[in-house]
């Protein structure tokens, strides 16, 4: 370090940036546990070269790569570039500096301060980080705000993006108010937040003449930082990450004395950093398509075929593949009629004949043997063996054998299910949202629903969608149903070409018919609840009845499709303490009366139900009858 | 290992224009020529054969860096042919370029030895580079003072995007006679635009059309002047992308293309090679649909190319600071500027 | 040496060693006079060298390669003549010679390493009759792991494209022969044409077997690229203004020249003027046909 430390001394006036490499979460498991997340590679060359090909190109001129894991990896990585004098080594020194003690970004940080590396202004980037920014004029702009106010402690870069566009990852939506200079006056994470309404402090309107508010950013990971930073990151140690650091500075602004800027990149610049795998896969996207430029994947290295597909060296690809949206690294190699589709496949992996894999991504050195499926959101661990006729789905599948194991949770010798645990259980509902919202970017349209979704929420002041859990296919037929029901019976539509509609939808998304028979009750169910709870309720909801009969008799045909419709009641019943203690005898009787459900059914369902629970309460008077007179008209038969 | 220290000129180079620093071929060309001087008078190289060898390591490494990049080999090479030139006056030997006359003729015994140390040829080269400066710092002026010979009094002339030197010719032509320019704004960067308003602050009758245009106002027009990225070994041209379809309307209405570049952009390189990435870069489509648009990027997937590839047959002439030169003419151009053992490194 | 001994020795090449074109062996063979003359004088050498090339013209060969191959080393041959005694010479003039037929067996190499580069993944080429050089160039490439496919022409009258689609699927590229006059149907499918040539003449256009000139003309209609690959030693001192103005001994072999009117005859190659051509592949580098002619005058001037 001493050598090193001498060459700073004479370079005085480099221009400095950091980088931290490590993510400090779970995101990319299995993979993490063998890759570092720097190395993990992306269009075939590992993230961490992009972005120093990036801060190289930026103007920047040292370099402080802070890394805590993995750290023989990351090292030998960097001899190696420096060995075959890769571009970035030649105008940018890199230093790699290591602490394995820190947890958390913010720990790498106090660590970088106590060191004293940095002279002035530098530039933070976050782990993953992928642009084509030129820094150097964005430097230059906070030093000039930092002379207008001294107080500027860091400037944050965002990158313009619409509504709807595949890259703005769900989990990292922003909200910001800023004033006409560009200071940061209200930063929101909205991602992991639950609160369905947003307040703005009053002051920031009183206080400023002009306020826009943005939501049409997305977080580039970069920031321009001045010499402040690392010291107030030394005095809080309750700054974790950046975004907490932002919060604590406008939380506190009166007393630290220090402020926030941001900065939109307009034009060509791009921004992005691989923080899930939903930003891996967008970011691939993106890298593909040129967004970066001139920062691209390696153009030697890999072969474009068409349909989107890139191979890295070596790859052996029989001519009945079908390969659609597809990255593979080298050495990999696909058997005869496989499919693949919108998936990664790490090198030197083998896939063998007949096997499907879509949305996927396969980590490097697997096996894939015959006719096995590996679909939706799965993540295979380096060295996996799939079994041959494997059905895998939306799993995280290790090579090797986890301490604690459940019997189901073995796919192979070579292929275990990784659980993820949550401690805390509070937080269940948050942490099961965020793994989804961070999974493969499922379908190309959802863009577009979650974006007519989030107008259509904020308006009707329910939940913005970024609290609904991510809609999966049920739930996109789900709503599909409502909304033919509701116009239906507001256009007064013929119930046979309703039935059409749904029957339709329940093919486009795949849907089996038991789902279809409860969607159809609940989504009736559901809209007599827009109703008001009032006397006139039932008579509501028998008006709507009334209208679907035909729907019902035609979904209503058997037993099982009745234990559905009973099921749906108890499902939005349960929901909703008014159905259950008013209204749930009448529409049990009412579906009874109209031969929608028998007698048998009900018992059976009945006897199903949590004895404990209010709604079994309030059923039991209804069952009760229901066999008295049973039994009674059989006395009578006799 | 000495190498990475011979490199760090090039690799500032290659930094600069990577970074922009250095925009334009003249700028390029100019720091690649003071590189190379430098190179010759501090380096410590004991004969003409070490010396070839470290530019030779140049121009590997400035087309794997940056293998759209030919200015700054071509002057390199250039300076190749100099060297072996200044070798054998020096030498006081001659050698043949390879010919059907060498392959009959030549005598193994007369094969020049580059290895041997020679006193003078450092003086003389440097002399000879000097020279080679001023005439890369002529070139634009060269060129502009040919303005009258190709450019009449009442002519429409047509252009695209922005290139100093054609805006320097028109400014000279413009000079002695009255012109009336017509300027395409050649999407998606639209430099057409600053072209046009400098022309016009040179009082310059100035119009400017989207590139759409150019059929429609192409019958109207007397002469295409161009700029050119690359002239390629066969006459043809890599240019900016839109220069095929205006050529191609020029050929329609027989209108001559004139094309202006500087002798260090033609190259001996052919479009066609399996390294056919090199030809073409795909800039960022941002340009064409801004990133803000939101879902509809989802969908399409947007090509911003650089370049165009115009053959040969488009082209009616070349107008160096030599002078006027047909497309078949080329090949004579390039073994004039460069040995030809140095085309392929 | 005899008469017999000559047309002996060349045609023994020509049969034994497919790989030989015929411009070389008949090198060879001027290369074995010399060796075994015993002649007096310089002239009385050259005399003989004549005799013996019109000896194998009039071998019923295609007589284009012989005649630029032989012009060639004898204009060699005359520069180097020295004030020296004839054994000297003779001995210069052999060292020389295997000299000059080393470089041209190179030749060949160099052709196939700067064409194979334009072979690009994915293409479809189109090649007339058969050619070693463009045989080997389409293996060249085949090795670098290029996938491409190759259309060839039966080319009759000699039906020597089968042999060249024979060539090529033992090569393992895929290839599909086509009929001569199926040129203009296949024309759109291809990317460019790829074909050699027996001479290339002053003006930079080149003559081959028959039906090259009509797949050149297609290819230009359709504005694909006409690629020729050809050695150097093939370039010849004429300059044909037409198909006609072809010397009879280039279109006929010697026994048609004598017995049959060639008004009624098939010529066995044709005339395709440089405008044709995009580019020819010589040893020399790339050349654009008015390349040839400079080549040509620096020589022969």
Redesign the interface.
Known sequence: MSNKSKELVQKENAVQAIIVVDTFDDEFLPLSNDIPHALLPLVNKPIIDYTLEFLSLGGIEETFLFCCTHIDAIKQHINKCVENAEEWTQTMKVNVVVSESCRSFGDCLRDLDAKGYLRGDFVLVEPGTISNINLLPLLEKHNKITKIDKGAAMTLIFQESGLGHISRCPKEEVLMATNSSGRVLFHKKLGTTRERKIEFPLEIFLENSTVSLRHNLKDTHISICSPAVLPLFSDNFDFQTRDDFVRGLLMNEEILGMTVYSNVLKGGQFGGAVTNWRTYQTLSHELKNNYVYPVQPSQKHNSFLKNDVIAGQNATISKSAKLNNVIMGDNVKIGENVDISNSFIFSNTKVEDNVTISLSIVGPNCLVKEKSKILAGTVLGKGVQIEKECFVEDALVQSTRPDELDSRDVLGKHAFRLVLDDNEPEDVVDLALARKLSRLHIDQNLGEESEDDGFSESEDERSSYTHSPAPDDTKLFFTEVIDSLTRGFEDKLQCDNLILEINSSRYAYNVTVKEVNFFVIKAILIMSLRQPMGPQYFSQLQRLLQYFVPILKNYLRNESAMLDCLQAVEDVATSNENLTEKWVMFVLQYFYDKDHVTEDAILKWYSTLDKKSNFHAQVKPFTDWLQEAEEASSSEDE | MT??ED??DI??L??DI???KLITSYEIALKTEEIVEALISKRNWKHADELMDLIKLCIKFCTE?LPQEATATNIMRHILKVIREEFEVVSKKKTEI????Q???AN?NDVLDYTTPLKDLKMSLLDHLSEYKVELETSTDNIATQAAEHIHTNEIILTVGKSNLVEKFLKNAAKKRSINVIVLEQAPLYQGHEMAARLAKANIQTTIIPDSAVFAMMSRVNKVIIGTHTVL???GLRAASGVHSIALAAKRYSVPVMVLSHMYKFSPI?S???????FN???????VL??????I???V??L?PVFDYVPPELVTLFISHQGGNAP?????LLSELYH?DD??L | MEEQKIKQYFLKIIKEEEDVSIGVAAIRTLLEIIRQSKSETVQELELILKDAINIMKNLNIPVAGITSGCELFLRFITLTTLDASLKEVRARMLERGQMFLKKLNESRNKIVRIASDFILDGSSILTHSRSRVVLQTLIEASKQQRQFHVFVTISAPDDSGKHMHKDLEAAGIPCTIILDSAIGYIMEQVNFIMVGAESVVESGGIVNKVGSYTMAVCAKEMKKPFYVLTESFKFTRLFPLNQTDLPAEYKYNSEKRKNIDLQKAHPLVDYTPPSYITLLFTDLGILTPSAISDELIKLYL
């Open positions: 190498h990475k490199l760090s690799n500032k290659i930094s990577k970074q922009k860096c390879q010919s059907l006359h392959l009959v003729t193994p070994a066969n006459g052919y066609a090679s399996h390294k056919q990435e090199a870069v795909m800039a960022s489509p941002a340009n801004p990133y803000s648009s939101g879902p990027l989802n969908k997937q947007v911003n078949s003419y080329v090949y004579r030809q085309y392929y």
